[in-house]
């Protein structure tokens, strides 16, 4: 979920899934066989994730990963950098749709 508070702040609330995203392509063939492999931490103490992530990205393929087993963050964007991105996201969307 993400939402904007009163004082202009970007909020997100962290999942507890984790999904890896890959595939795999055979050459000479014109096909892509798309795999997603899903995992649910929320029953998993959080001192364990990091273990489970590295347990995942030996067992699935590497993924780019942090270290969670701190105490999360409440991270904030001020209003000017989130009214600068709000402005290049509708132009590109806007361009995508002039173009259809």
């Keep these: ?43 998993i103490p959080p001192h364990l994730h990091q273990c489970y992530i590295q347990s995942m990205m030996s067992s699935y393929g590497s993924v780019n990963t942090y270290d969670n087993t701190k105490e999360d963050e409440t991270l904030s964007i001020s209003p000017e950098i989130l009214y600068k991105e709000k402005s290049r996201l509708e132009t590109l969307i806007f361009g995508l749709f002039k173009k259809l």
């Design 1 to 43: 979920m993400i939402s904007i508070n009163g004082r202009g702040n970007l909020i997100t609330k962290s999942s507890s899934k984790v999904t890896i995203k890959s595939s795999i392509t055979i050459m000479g063939t014109g096909t892509e066989l798309p795999i997603e492999i899903t995992a649910d931490f929320e029953n």
